[in-house]
């Protein structure tokens, strides 16, 4: 058998001109059996010169067709027609040349030539797609493994081209250990019919299919995903123990084909994902074309997403504003290998610093501003107050007062629902930057008195925006990198407690609302993103030790640590006394809110920031509940402040 597969089969491939060769001899035989079972030729005896002049005409037909140069181990359905019509040419043509050449001047008898063509045409057809069906086989045959090798069963997601596709593509990667056992696929016509020798199934059949054939893998494309059967399918599979591959979308196959190397295990981001945001491009894009824009916190998780996405509505340059050189640099490089690197000006700052933010203003001018800089983390600022005021509140509040100075025409904040009724320092700061962003709107005389550079005709230019949102997947710092590090150690996987739930929403998806929001504000508004339905952090934590392949608290264990300081089980969106307002993209609606007072705003600002001086940080934060009534500190140091505010009302 190693001897037959090393003679038929080798590394490099047989001449095309032995194909030719057996080809041809292929020709000659189907002739002689079509004459023989056809034989009315009046002059049987130039029987030898019909075949040498039909053999010489097969040569010719297969040359220009190249039927040769097809490897025959690799033939398809297309390689088969182009055999077929080559037979029919070359009987056409011989038929051909009979009437106008052989017949006139050799005076050969034509009697019975069309009956035999029409025999020779199917023998002959047949014959050479069989051997070629044949040699195919026996390839594969060959080529197999060895038998007490067990191969891992695996199923695809579809019945459409794409899913044929990389059908093949699996069956055609030389030494991969799986055999492809059926299609899935839900509403279809194709469903218990089958494509290549193989079913097509209905959703309810994985867990059959699972337990008869040992399902370990299903394949499904990476555009698929949104769709509400396929989700099901897939988390049926996750249900199972199933590992779930998925495939890039047709446009991105390399030469057309699926590639086993572009093959990804599916990741907890996918199952996040939902059908795609509609956008007005257009209206994005004659907002930013042509526009020097200013980006903030540039180096961050939004803030490069930001700067990605910005690019692409043709700005006359952005400048990418961020304190951290390291991450920085690295975005930098990122442009430089993309495109348009020249549109690009980075520049380090501390937004807090105002000589350095008023110098960035001076020399590039920003006409619009999208200000995502500032500290994020929870625990972190419950144990720093003082920084997350000065970066989040005066840091803001800096950026803002420079904007309107120097009369750009849009400024974006970038806030959180975790200003909303916030339980921690960090939403706390972000709630007080929220408030003074609202009230440079609702003061116009005073905005216009302090800097006259941003009146135009009378009115204040430039227009203060908020967009409001929950967490990002894959943001720096985010529970999926550290559920995924955790799995990669072996556990176990820490939860802060079984009942936390959270808003999620891909960093992509964020950062196109924020452009569309940009574009629809007026002045004042905050903008809320539909952010979905809310998940249950300890089911992410269990789905994604099953995409890993092992089974939760079994392989690998969740443990709940409880929470942490200032976090909440769950977050909001809309404070009690927002109400919502539509829009025309069903995924953006405005807050309804109270208007704030400027120079109330201001003041306690101002207090805020000289108490934070004085490094003590109760003072500060029992400031902070002042401004916002709202703030009731969990599971913090904090709560003690709220405890003393009780006693004093009731007293």
Known sequence: MIYIRNLLFQERFHSRWLVLLIDLMIVFISLCLSISLKDKLDLKQNNIYYMIFYCGNAILIFLLMRIHTRIIRYSNTKDMLRIFMAVLVTNLAFMLLCNILFAPYFRFS?????????????????????????????????????????????LIYGSGTSSILIKQAVEAQKGL????????????????????????YPIRAIESLSQKFGIKTMLITSEELTSDDKRAAVEKCIELGIKVITVPPSDQWLNGKPNLNQFKDLKIE???????????????????????????????????????????YNPEFIVLCDQAETPLHEIQLEIEDGKSPCKTKMFIADIQNTNRIKSLFNLYKPQIVFHAAAYKHVPMMENNPTEAVLTNVWGTKNIADISLEFGVEKFIMISTDKAVRPTNIMGATKRIAEMYIQSLNNELKDTQLLYPAAKDNGVCQTKFITTRFGNVLGSNGSVIPRFKAQ?????????????????????????????????????????????????????????????????????????????????????????????IIPTYNKDIKISKTIPQCYSDINSVIKELLELSMLNNTDLMVRKMKAILPDFISNNSQYEKLDLRLEKTEAV
């Open 177 to 200: 250990m799986t055999q492809v056992q059926g299609f899935i696929d839900v509403g279809s016509d194709r469903v218990y019919k089958c494509l290549e020798q193989k079913q097509v």
């Open 270 to 312: 996918d199952l996040l994902e939902r059908a795609p945001i509609e956008l007005c491009k257009d209206h994005i894009f004659s907002e930013l074309s042509g526009k020097r824009i200013l980006v903030t916190g540039a180096a961050g998780s939004i803030g490069s997403e930001i700067v990605r996405q910005v690019m692409c």
């Open 110 to 154: 034509l009697i019975g030539l069309g009956d035999i063509l029409l025999i020779n045409f199917f023998i002959s057809s047949s014959l050479l797609m069989g051997m070629r069906i044949v040699i195919k086989d026996l390839f594969v045959y060959l080529e197999e493994p060895n038998v007490t090798v067990k191969k891992e069963n695996i």
């Open 487 to 579: 799995i990669e150690r072996g556990g176990p996987v820490t939860v802060t407690h079984p009942d936390i739930t959270r808003y999620f929403m891909t960093i992509p998806e964020a950062v196109q609302l924020v452009l569309e929001a940009a574009i629809m504000g007026k002045g004042s508004e905050i903008f809320l993103f539909d952010m979905g339905e809310p998940v249950k952090i300890a089911d992410l934590a269990a789905n994604m030790i099953k995409l890993a392949g092992f089974i939760p608290n079994e392989d690998i264990k969740i443990v709940f640590t409880g929470l942490r300081p200032g976090e909440k089980l769950y977050e909001e969106l809309l404070n009690v006394e927002e109400h």
